[in-house]
């Protein structure tokens, strides 16, 4: 029998956290894949204990969030201006004050260069890391809801 040494076995964890901080999104990503993006980077990163790693994930979040940035000030693509046509108005994930998806994109910018820095307590990033888990996730729900009225 024999053995290949080269071929190497990586586990799921190892080979999303692989792709995620090695596989660029193409420049043509939209909001909405951009988004999507920074909510699977911050969902491992909250998972993830390794400091090497957690600095990779990140990096590429902060990347990603101002790629975000730059899209919230472009205009949509007809494809998804037909998707958040409003027919009934709903209520809002986020409340009045954050509807502006800038400043939430900027939020999650300053946490995550907050996090990046290391200089915080350990307790204190891990907190951190929570709430930014949280309000990427608020703003990829955000993004995506129907808010232009059908002429």
Sequence with gaps: MTTVSNLSYCQPQECIIHQ??????????????????????????????????????CERLLQSLRQQRELCDADLPPYLIAQLIVGEKLTSCVPDCWQETATQVDYAVALSQAILSGTLPTDVARELTGLLHDLVWLLAEFVKEPYITAH
Excluded: K, N, Y
């Design 20 to 57: 995620l901080t090695t596989l660029p999104l193409p420049a043509t990503a939209d909001l909405f894949e951009v988004a999507d993006r920074c909510a699977a980077l911050v969902s491992v990163l909250v998972e993830t204990e390794d400091a090497a790693t957690c600095t990779a994930l």
